[in-house]
């Protein structure tokens, strides 16, 4: 190990990349070892962990499911019922879901509650509200997917709120169902085509900079 | 080539120490705590602390499994809608005068919208340099009152929704399998004219005799004509009995039409 490290580092000097993931230290305050209330910090790191999660059910998901007005909802029913361990990659998608949006309503609590969002971490706490509406916006582009009656109300719901945005709002409604006012088999695609291509390029470049400013600014001092 | 170690930086920060920064956060040595090395003790705490949680997440899912409702059919008009539990509070503040009908853009629009705008300009709105809650109070009782009033939101739409009214208006019927049995309604009989007759039957069991909703399907019934009599005049588990409005003798054609719904 040591010599292949040392074979790349040579060549690449990948000690600072090694010293920004792994190799630095962790101040006290942080510790819950040190301090038990110092457990609010891991709410960001287990946003983290569900995120991971989402992204490699989803892509098991994606291996059953049909985006078809026709097939979406047989191709749900039947990996929810005949699929070996269908029902639990669907539950972990499914309840993740709801998990992510309470990790990160509470990582942004502690962010805001001590303070960590002021000079100099005003563009990471920016990113982090970008994250969180990528975040709902999965969650609503998610919601429609299986086709089910609940699913399409609460996207119709969703879309008739959309459209009420003053002079835009019919574009933004066009844009997101296909139509003026069917919501159907071109909603469906687009949906899921927001789902799983756009949000998530978008989510992991703003992840990708929310983790890099951490490591340049490190974490916030002690209250 | 100038190495990661032996640089000086700001905090544990990658940011160069030379002062170029004020305000900047206080070097941890100013601290002298126990600081931990990430790699690999801190690493595995923090795996333990994911593995406990992961074991109560797994847990979940095999304790709830994900719902799944019948498939989505746009023609029904009677559905009540619900989104997802954590856009209920918006939901919530959509039903309320002041924010509905002719105001319809306030709830939907502003009231959001200035949250997410607030919530982004936050570092600009509290400028200060003080970062303990206590010392900054308006902006923590702005945000405790609008945590308070998202949870007062939430709880409110909970409790006012239907949820027996919901659960079964999205039950998944054989009829959405594709399990219809394939038989031959004579639809110039008698008894299916009866049927269609009856407001109260064709309520339930719909008018192709498929069921609506999670109500049974009569295409196919294992019954006996004078069973079925029995259970229209008396009711069977969730059918209440005594409905029929016609005649016996219209009652017993009707018993015997239904009897005759069986796959040959």
Known sequence: MRKLYDWVDERLDITPIWRDIADHEVPEHVNPAHHFSAFVYCFGGLTFFITVIQILSGMFLTMYYVPDVENAWKSVYYLQNEVAFGEIVRGMHHWGASLVIVMMFLHTLRVFFTGSYKKPRELNWIVGVLIFCVMLGLGFTGYLLPWDMKALFATKVGLEIAGSVPFIGDLIKVLLAGDDTIIGAQTLTRFFAIHVFFLPAALFVLLAVHFIMIRRQGISGPL | ?264
């Open chain 2, 1 to 264: 080539m100038q190495r990661g170690k032996g640089m000086k930086f700001v905090g544990d920060s990658r940011v160069k120490a030379s002062n170029r920064m004020p305000n900047k956060p206080k070097d941890y040595s100013e601290y002298p705590g126990k600081t931990e090395a990430f790699w690999p003790d801190f690493l595995l705490k923090e795996w333990m602390v994911g593995a406990v949680f992961l074991i109560g997440y797994l847990l979940l899912t095999v304790a709830h499994p994900s719902p799944l409702e019948r498939p989505a059919d746009p023609t029904d008009t009677s559905y009540i809608p619900l989104p997802d539990w954590y856009f209920l509070f918006l939901y919530q503040l959509l039903k309320y005068s002041f924010a509905s009908g002719d105001y319809n853009v306030i709830g939907a629009i502003v009231i959001p919208g200035l949250a997410i705008l607030s919530l982004l300009l936050m570092p600009w709105l509290d400028k200060g340099p003080e970062r303990r809650p206590s010392k900054r109070p308006i902006p923590t009782a702005i945000m405790l009152l609008v945590v308070a009033s998202m949870f007062y939101l939430t709880w409110e739409s909970v409790v006012n929704h239907d949820w027996e009214a919901s659960k079964a208006q999205g039950q998944i019927t054989p009829k959405d399998l594709g399990l219809v049995p394939d038989i031959e309604i004579d639809e110039n009989s008698e008894g299916y004219k009866i049927y269609q007759s009856q407001q109260t039957c064709v309520g339930c069991h719909g008018g192709d005799l498929t069921g609506v909703g999670s109500n049974p399907m009569l295409l196919g019934n294992q019954l006996t004509a004078e069973e079925v009599e029995e259970v229209i005049r008396n009711g069977r588990g969730g059918m209440p009995g005594g409905q029929f409005s016609g005649t016996d003798e219209e009652l017993k054609t009707l018993a015997e039409f239904i009897a005759s719904l069986k796959e040959e």
